[in-house]
């Protein structure tokens, strides 16, 4: 039964990978495989276990009780991805990131460069990498005509953001999903993957500096760069001051990083509305014949909630009850001690991790290393599987989210940005990743 369960899992995995080649989204064998899984546990009758970390063993549980857990694990990320994804739209509804337009004053490529990483690294940090990679490249459209030039920047742009979101508990879903499960606190997190990022986004913008594509200027009308609403710079500010706000909100409360998400939604929200001027409450999400300012019309939070990627939320909600099943299983906990009894070194492992996330999604590489090992909160391990998750996936342009959204943007080649981009994100990868173990064994650790 056991080889059955790898073989669904598998499956389910290899059409994750080939969404692009099958034409199917991923949520649809995400989905499945999470239910054809627990079907076959609950058929067979098969014994689930709960992991005591503690303790680095199995504690026999009931199927109802498991899966319950699990699915508030689960729950606790998706209500928190929700409420940031809803607070990014409505920024966007005021056309907030037009701000960020403004900041352009050069029209040198190599300063643009810059600029556009240094935006990508921080921006991706405060509205995770996925959303920070939409604006620029957006931002792209606008300021470069030439296509093959837009190409190279997009490229550049997703190894900032990749790199940007690794060392921010909000900056991508790995490290929400780490932070959210007690693995990682956002402050140690921040002291111990920030220098390691900076040299992943630094190594490869000075190569890349050096390159013909960003040599010279380009030739476009840098006027009229100011948001289209006149409210737009207050709710980028806002927004991004409420989304930065979550992470001191727990540490304060000690509540779970939804609660103080949904209070930030709230704020903003209710700025949101009075700007709007509508005319109504925002649990109205109905239109009122004959009435032509109707909610539906004019609130900025229904026509936010209307743009969420729910797709997004329910291939993640598959994906992880599918690893969550692995697990109860306690097949991932024997396959960590497999893994460390034939590489001692979990250096090798999690850089393998990194690795791997290039070619297959890191949520699932994450959420099994979840379930492998058992270490404490703020452990080193934790932190250099927070880095590696999050910067190895620009190695590919399909290994991580902020890739494939610049791919769909802007029609980006997989083989262009395997011959162009790949081996600057690789050398990036490991400049950042040495440095972190420079900075754990002789600096942190004596």
Known sequence: METIIIIVFLAGYLAITLEHTLKIDKLIPALAMMAILWAIIALTHLPVFEVNSELRELEPTHIDEILLHHLGKTAEILVFLLGAMTIVEIIDYFDGFATIKGYIRTRSK???????????????????????????????????????????????????????????????????????????????????????????????????????AFKG???????????????????????????????????????????GMMLSLAVVATFAEIYSNSKFTISDAVDIPGESDSH????????SLSKIELPSILFFLGILLAVAALESLGMLFHYAENLNSAIPNTDIVVMLFGVGSAIIDNVPLVAASMGMFGEPMDNPLWHFIAYSAGT???????????????????????????KKIAWLALVGFVAGAGTFILLRDFILHG
């Open 110 to 212: 190599r300063k643009l460069l810059w600029l556009f990483s240094i935006l990508a690294f921080v921006l991706s940090a405060i509205i995770d990498n996925l959303t920070a990679t939409i604006v620029l490249v957006t931002i792209l459209q606008k300021v470069i005509n030439d296509r093959n030039t837009r190409l190279w920047f997009a490229g550049m742009v997703i190894i900032a953001a990749n790199a940007g979101g690794a060392w921010s508990p909000i900056g991508d879903v790995t490290t929400t999903m780490l932070w959210i499960a007690d693995k990682v606190s956002a402050g140690q997190l921040v002291i111990h993957v920030l220098i390691p990022s900076i040299v992943c986004m630094v190594v490869p913008t000075l190569i890349a500096g050096g390159n013909k």
């Open 296 to 303: 539906g019309h004019h609130s900025p939070v229904h026509a």
């Open 392 to 418: 190895g996936g620009s190695m590919l342009i399909i290994g991580s989210a902020a890739g494939v959204v610049a791919m769909g943007m802007e029609k980006i080649d997989f083989f262009w940005y395997l």
């Open 217 to 259: 200027t380009i030739d476009v009308d840098l006027s009229n760069n100011g948001p289209k609403s006149k409210y737009g710079s207050i709710m980028l500010y806002l927004g991004l001051g409420a989304i930065v706000f979550v992470p001191f909100f727990k540490t304060i409360t000690h509540l779970p990083p939804y609660v």
